[in-house]
């Protein structure tokens, strides 16, 4: 089983930026798609991006496209999600999540978090307006 941990979180102003990372442990570490999620005060969790164990496909939530981007470095283990022209709107917990192998790469399995199998522990991004 792949174990992640997430770092990065922080306290940013509206319009600036961070980047989280994504260490993923474990044998088969850099085999897993990967998931960003976020649990915004008093809402759901909800997807944000994935992308695909190789990086070739990524996805985004329209809330975040054009803003936020998720890359990863499987030689380092590690994923990482910028985000530029943060809102008040993106205070939120962060986390990331490994994809159950042998989905398919589509929308809809990304988004559906009861497909991932693994997940970190969050870290806090405020976004102050």
């Known amino acids: 089983q792949v174990q992640l941990v997430e770092s990065g979180g922080g306290l940013v102003q509206a319009g600036g930026s961070l980047r989280l990372s994504c260490v993923a442990s474990?044998?088969?570490?850099?085999?897993?798609?990967i998931g960003w999620f976020r649990r915004a005060p008093g809402k759901d969790r909800d997807f944000v991006a994935a992308?695909?164990?190789?990086?070739?496909?990524?996805y985004y939530a329209e809330s975040v496209k054009g803003r936020f981007t998720t890359s990863r470095e499987n030689a380092k283990n590690m994923i990482y999600l910028q985000m530029n022209s943060l809102k008040s709107d993106d205070t939120a917990v962060y986390y990331c999540?490994?994809?159950?192998?042998?989905?398919?790469?589509?929308?809809?399995?990304?988004?559906?978090?009861?497909?991932?199998?693994?997940w970190g522990q969050g870290t806090q991004v405020t976004v102050s307006s």
């Open positions: 474990g044998r088969t570490g850099t085999t897993y798609a």
């Open positions: 999540a490994a994809l159950s192998p042998g989905l398919p790469l589509t929308t809809s399995t990304m988004t559906r978090q009861d497909n991932y199998i693994s």
């Open positions: 992308i695909s164990w190789n990086g070739g496909e990524t």
